[in-house]
């Protein structure tokens, strides 16, 4: 009888405990009040200074070659991110000058592109698988525009890092917001 006590409580603790995992769970906040945006990364990643580079980047202490950065472009101030084309047409015009412009030595192939609403604004999230002269990676990206800027946000890994890492990247990039 002791044991049925005991087992049901350990049952209905570990059950309370579950569901009082938050959502964000494994991510820190970074907020940018000056460009008007925000988004969630991994616990364990660091701020790096890039001179002439992104608005901000973080990399994992360990592995360092996963990163997630913030790019702030300004475009015409009436321009929508509808008018610059749908999700495949972006994805595949970002891969060609961002990800991987000629002469870089790396190649994208777009795999993913799909369109999604948050509040009033529009945001495309696109996946890329990346060839680079000495290994494959894999980046996540989700663009949108507000008040005559073009923000994008990206986020990137090994392919063989990518399986274990995708849903906290997913995370990662659908936490992104603009205000």
């Known amino acids: 009888m002791l044991k049925r006590i005991a087992t049901i409580f350990l049952l209905v603790f570990s059950l309370t405990l579950t569901s009082c995992v938050s959502v964000t769970g494994g991510l820190k906040s970074y907020i940018d009040t000056a460009d008007g945006y925000q988004f969630l990364y991994p616990n364990g990643w660091t ?69 999604r609403k948050s509040g009033t604004k529009n945001y495309y999230i696109l996946e890329y698988a990346v060839k680079l002269p000495n290994q494959l990676r894999h980046n996540l990206a989700s663009v949108v525009i507000s008040r005559g800027k073009l923000f994008t946000i990206n986020i990137s890994a090994t392919e063989a890092r990518w399986q274990k890492a995708k849903e906290l990247f997913e995370r990662v990039i659908k936490s992104f917001s603009v205000y």
């Open 47 to 115: 701020s790096v200074n890039v001179a002439n580079g992104p608005d901000v980047v973080f990399r994992d202490l360990i592995e360092e070659t996963e990163n997630v950065s913030v790019i702030v472009s300004p475009v015409a101030s009436n321009k929508t991110l509808e008018e610059f084309g749908t999700p495949s047409e972006v994805g595949y015009r970002l891969s060609k000058s961002a990800i991987a412009p000629t002469d870089s030595g790396r190649e994208a192939e777009l795999v993913n592109a799909e369109a």
